[in-house]
């Protein structure tokens, strides 16, 4: 067994059997389920199926995400097998890309932004509540495939203590570059936490998928 495999996968909103839309949810580190979930709450979106995988101790991958990538080996690659494996059981329940929605916070939104640019495709959306790609300054990023259009939502703030807006902004650029309909916003000021005007736009991919 890998790092991270064998923890609960939480399921919120409805059933995969009667879902058309799933988005996978990824908690920040030293969070749970539960604080990411209560984004789902605040999104309020009734036709989605929410999932929630837990991270081993709470925590993806243990050093910062600028860090050299090795350091946070063998943890960062169970974290994107986890993402891999519950992408693969959806494909084969016959749910397409177009109908999955990937979305984190911090830590979380760093892995979603990770697996991304690793998977690029036409997802239904990915939302990336403060965060960015994974690895030192100086990383350049190229992986083949093309979003084809996904919308792909980056929020963050100019002083957040944990993801630069700089890496924010270079994973924007990143994104746009393959194929995608970057959203990108900084927020003055704001604390590590995820705003109401982020939600909305959330909101509005999801509600793009759903309808």
Not at 79 to 102: N, P, R, T, V
Not at 169 to 179: H, L, N, P, V
Not at 187 to 193: K, S, T
Request: hydrophobic share 40%; net charge negative; aromatic share 10%.
């Amino acid at each position: 067994m890998h790092h991270h495999e064998g923890q609960p996968l939480v399921v919120r909103g409805r059933s995969l059997e009667e879902s058309h839309a799933v988005a996978i949810m990824m908690h920040g580190r030293g969070r749970t389920t539960d604080d990411i979930l209560e984004l789902a709450n605040r999104i309020g979106n009734s036709a989605f199926t929410y999932l929630a995988p837990t991270a081993k101790d709470n925590t993806w991958y243990p050093y910062g995400f600028m860090e050299a990538i090795e350091k946070n080996e063998p943890f960062l690659s169970s974290a994107l097998a986890i993402y891999d494996a519950l992408i693969g059981q959806l494909l084969e329940k016959g749910f397409s890309k177009q109908q999955i929605i990937l979305l984190g916070f911090s830590q979380g939104a760093c892995l979603t932004a990770e697996y991304a640019v690793r998977h690029a495709d036409r997802y239904g959306g990915i939302v990336l509540f403060t965060g960015g790609l994974i690895g030192p300054p100086g990383t350049s990023w190229h992986y083949p495939g093309s979003f084809q259009g996904t919308p792909i939502f980056l929020g963050t703030s100019d002083i957040d203590g944990f993801v630069p807006r700089e890496r924010v902004q270079e994973s924007a650029a990143i994104f746009e570059q393959m194929g995608a309909q970057v959203i990108e916003r900084v927020y003055p000021g704001m604390d590590h936490i995820v705003n109401d005007d982020e939600i909305a736009i959330a909101q509005a991919i999801m509600q793009a998928v759903s309808a």
